[in-house]
């Protein structure tokens, strides 16, 4: 059948695609408005991606699927003091877990590793205080938790979020950190590496900083990007200035590390 310009059906079928035209423009502009409302509303909220420092809210109990990460621009903290106000408390209420009063939760009896060594190093004392950097799940080849079973305090810190997530159910008794421990004398995010084709406490315990001297992956895989604190600002966040026992694990920066100790009355490392 065919359809002339003036016949009834043609009419009919041009109303019909008219109103169809009318009803996507509308639905159009619908969509731009939400959109330009949308992005006007957050323009504000977070600085731009390239700008982020985002650090996962980590505490003693698991935050609710409604939190939200802390987000810190690099223009509000490259230039400040490691030692400023705002960066400590900033660690303290978002960073820093404080040492469990719960009884131990280990996957199993663990034996005290390096007894003898330390037996050799400190003999009997037991006030002391620890740093361990590459802190692992709290548990496995720890270097520190038989000087914690002595009554010395310390400082866990372990980069990769699976670990520091791991580690929170051991109830160790000493802080934790799940950052890196900075290669530099400034506040920064690094590439992270962790161990692949291995059984998967060891894929975990071999994580790397990948930097522009360390990059080699070899039997690693890239994970992402972590915050890294100097450990002036960590220390000064837990108000320590005098560590016992520096205990680094950072496969291939350790030099880097100690070169940003701050070997002055900031902070004493014996």
């Not at 008219?18 to 639905?27: C, E, M, V």
């Not at 590793?113 to 548990?139: H, P, R, S, T, V």
């Not at 038989?146 to 810190?157: A, V």
């Not at 320590?240 to 701050?262: A, Q, R």
Request: with cysteine.
């Amino acid at each position: 059948m065919t359809i002339g310009n003036d016949s009834p059906g043609f009419k009919q079928l041009g109303r019909s695609v008219g109103k169809l035209i009318i009803l996507i423009f509308a639905f159009l502009m619908t969509l731009s408005m939400y959109n330009s409302i949308f992005h006007a509303g957050n323009e504000f909220e977070d600085p731009p991606p390239s700008e982020q420092f985002e650090v996962a809210f980590t505490s003693s109990n698991p935050p609710s699927p409604g939190q939200k990460l802390r987000r810190l621009s690099f223009q509000q903290i490259k230039g400040l003091p490691l030692t400023d106000p705002k960066i400590v408390d900033h660690l303290r209420r978002h960073v820093l877990v404080p040492p469990s009063t719960m009884p131990y939760a280990f996957s199993k009896e663990m034996g005290s590793l390096y007894k003898e060594q330390i037996q050799k190093m400190f003999g009997d004392k037991k006030d002391g205080f620890f740093i361990e950097c590459g802190a692992n799940d709290g548990e496995f080849l720890s270097n520190t938790l038989e000087l914690e079973k002595r009554g010395w305090k310390g400082l866990l810190i372990e980069a990769q979020p699976e670990l520091g997530k791991m580690l929170m159910t051991k109830n160790r008794k000493a802080w934790f950190a799940n950052v890196c421990l900075s290669p530099y004398n400034n506040i920064s995010e690094i590439n992270f590496a962790i161990g692949m084709k291995m059984d998967a406490r060891w894929k975990n315990a071999i994580g790397k900083l990948l930097l522009p001297d360390n990059n080699y992956m070899g039997m690693h895989r890239e994970y992402g990007k972590v915050p890294c604190f100097p450990i002036t600002t960590l220390t000064a966040a837990i108000g320590v200035t005098h560590v016992d026992y520096l205990s680094l694990d950072v496969e291939g920066v350790e030099l880097k590390i100690l070169k940003t100790l701050p070997f002055d009355d900031t902070l004493v490392i014996d």
